[in-house]
């Protein structure tokens, strides 16, 4: 060997050594290779080697040993047989794989490829075969209702049904949607089983279970019928919006309110006052005696009309809201004097399940009468008790109101959002139940009056 190789520096004749090691994928997955002697040994057998070339002597010899460090060395002992690892040593190992692999820690020599991919090979199997008989045998568990499995990460929440057999199963009869109530009690608009979707929108209708929208929309009343009754109806309801919710607010919720069709934002305004508490009707446009001087609007129903052309405007006073319980008359003095037209509107509304107030803007309306006859839901107004809007002249109507229901046992009076008539209004509803009246809303007097 040339001198220029004895001299050499070790670490400059390893490097090609290490230029060959294999990266962690080839050291964990490829063919092992057997570990090359140190780096100290290959100097020493290159020494070793080019000395007995160049016949050095024994005095060269004795210098190399002394260099490497083996002048002293002994014989090494004879190695014992390995030891046969047993069930428990290789168990440990297995887990000691599946929990804290060696290469997580830069490892790799440590790492026995076959028992690390054969550990997690036999974790999988053990997780595949737990889920498919989760899922092929689940619906037979015998869970409580309501309770959990957990699979991995993933929560499964079993039905009530799920202990049931087949046969159970098909005997369990769907409970009716839940709609739910509002915190007044009334209940929340629209319930689908009473909703008819038409072009011009959602309108009521009876549902399929025998429930009609008068009732189902009407504010609960509880107290028994045991005092007389007195109904109070707010009509023109919406047109003065602060108005309207300042009365929400501040009158007693079992006052009724009966919403103008063409008042801006209605659907809200409905939805306020039904929150806070208050009934809800929509005012239906008709025919006055002196229309057109008095006009009630484009949708009015008239008696020179046909009857296609009153039914699409009807139809249009039907969609304009969602929560009401019918319909109270916006002027009409002539159309509820008139049996005939009056009879084609109480079969329409008799057919959606919708209640009829008669506001008695004509002294002999029989609006109430003929929804009587046809069959359907009627009240009436006893007075008007702001027709002149003036604070003594509202106090006594108030008190005409309440000789009538005294007498009949229920009364209803009307009246439109005037402020002066709101403070009465709010000073008089307080003074009832000492005087012995129970305040209702007027679907709690629905067909107890007896109509002329």
Known sequence: MADSD????????????????????????????????????????AMTTAMADDGAGDDDADLIRTITGD????????????????????????????????????????VNRRMLLGAWTCVLLLLAGAGGWLVTTGQSLPFLPGSEVVIGVTRLTLPPEARLAPEQKAAVKAPPP??????????????????ELTPRGPVPKIGSDGR?????????????????????????????????????????????????PYAQDLKPMVERART???????DLPMEPFDY??????????????????????????????????????????????SPDH??????RLKARGLM????????????????????????????QIDQQPVGDLIEARLEELERTARVGGVAVGSARPYPITLDRLLAWTGTLNAKGFDLVPVSAIANRQTPQ
């Not at 309306?365 to 009240?379: D, H, L, P």
């Open 6 to 45: 004895l001299h050499a520096d070790p670490d400059d004749r390893a490097a090609p050594a290490a230029a060959g090691r294999r990266g962690l994928f080839g050291r964990l997955f490829g063919r092992r290779r057997k570990s090359k002697p140190a780096a100290e040994e290959s100097f020493a057998a």
């Open 212 to 260: 009609q929208p008068w009732t189902a929309y009407a504010r609960p009343v509880t107290a028994p019928a045991t005092r007389p009754r007195i109904a109070i109806v707010l009509h023109d309801m919406g047109l003065n919006q602060q108005l309207t919710l300042l009365a929400a607010e501040r009158l007693p919720p079992e006052i009724s309110f009966s919403f103008n």
């Open 356 to 383: 009829f107030v008669d506001i008695r803007t004509a002294p002999k309306s029989v609006a109430a009468r003929v929804v009587r006859e046809a069959g359907g839901v009627y009240a009436y107004s006893n007075r």
């Open 342 to 347: 009056m009879g084609f509107v109480a079969e």
């Open 178 to 195: 839940d709609v739910g109530r509002l915190p007044s009690g009334l209940l929340v608009a629209p319930d689908p089983m009473l909703t």
């Open 276 to 282: 806070i508490g208050h009934e809800a009707l929509l």
């Open 71 to 110: 002048e002293d060395e002994t014989p090494a002992a004879p190695a014992a047989p390995p030891r046969r690892e047993g069930f428990k040593h290789k168990l440990f190992r297995y887990l000691g794989y599946i929990f804290w692999p060696p290469f997580l820690r830069g490892d790799l020599g440590a």
């Open 292 to 337: 057109p001087s008095s006009d009630p609007g484009p949708y009015t129903l008239l008696t020179s009309l046909n009857e296609d052309e009153n039914i699409r405007r009807l139809d249009w006073a039907l969609s304009r809201a969602s929560g009401y319980i019918g319909f109270a008359n916006l002027m009409g003095s002539k159309y509820t004097s």
